[in-house]
């Protein structure tokens, strides 16, 4: 009976460590005093995951394509969570075009959340970590996430050299978003925190708070005090997320 026992033990715990890596659980998190948040934002590979485990269609997919900004906001079609620009892209790419609920969904599904302003915020501007590397220091508070400036983030034109991901089109503004992980650490060693993309803000009503700017904007709405708020439908190629979890 005891060497049932340990059996069976032992093939919860395999089936059990199947499935997290299956839903996204095992993607890196930062642990803070009573909650968890994913060091990257949901990318690509993550997001696919899901949709295959779930047959999941996007909003954007269904109705011919994500938004840019132009003359107003234009639909570009073809342009979704897997063809951000509407070519080949790769898997460490931000998943983008996805609006509020959808990032919600993906989040529940690998058991976590979006996060709460002032979980991202302590996050993104207030250091945490006991020993930080050189240029940050424990119990700070910083204006960008980047730390004291926004050089290292991928923003447009006041961050230090593009990280942008070439993908051979035009862009109206700005030269695109940047690989997940691929811009300096920052804040609490996350990454993307500020610029690349904005992020959806877990919230009641029909619009969402987003925070952190994006590669279409300056350093100025990376910057502590700055947010925005987009309704729950909306989705566009400079949107993307990232989860969260409580202790």
Excluded at 6 to 27: E, H, N, V, W, Y
Excluded at 53 to 80: C, D, H, L, M, N
Excluded at 106 to 114: D, I, M, N, Q, V
Aim: glycine share 12%; with cysteine.
């Amino acid at each position: 009976m005891a060497r049932s026992n340990t059996t069976l033990s032992l093939l919860c715990f395999i089936t059990s460590f199947f499935c997290s890596i299956a839903s996204g659980q095992t993607k890196e998190m930062q642990q803070f005093a009573d909650f968890k948040m994913d060091r990257t934002e949901v990318t690509i590979g993550d997001f696919r995951k899901f949709a295959v485990a779930t047959k999941f269609i996007s909003k954007a997919e269904i109705e011919g394509g994500g938004f840019e900004y132009g003359a107003g906001w234009e639909r570009r079609p073809g342009w979704t969570w897997q063809r951000p620009h509407g070519v080949e892209a790769n898997d460490q790419e931000p998943a983008v075009h996805l609006n509020y609920r959808e990032a919600q969904s993906y989040c529940e599904w690998a058991g976590k959340r979006l996060p709460l302003d002032e979980e991202w915020t302590s996050a993104a501007y207030h250091e945490q970590r006991k020993e930080p590397p050189l240029g940050f220091e424990f119990g700070k508070t910083y204006d960008y996430p980047t730390g004291d400036d926004s050089i290292g983030a991928n923003c447009l034109g006041e961050c230090g050299p593009s990280r942008s991901v070439d993908h051979g089109i035009k862009l109206i503004r700005g030269t695109g978003h940047t690989l997940a992980g691929n811009s300096k650490a920052g804040v609490n060693g996350l990454y993307e925190m500020g610029a690349n993309v904005w992020e959806w803000i877990l919230g009641e009503g029909e619009q969402a708070r987003t925070r952190g700017g994006s590669w279409w904007y300056g350093a100025r709405s990376m910057h502590r005090k700055h947010f925005a708020y987009k309704p729950k439908d909306f989705y566009a190629i400079y949107i993307g997320f990232r989860c969260a979890s409580s202790l």
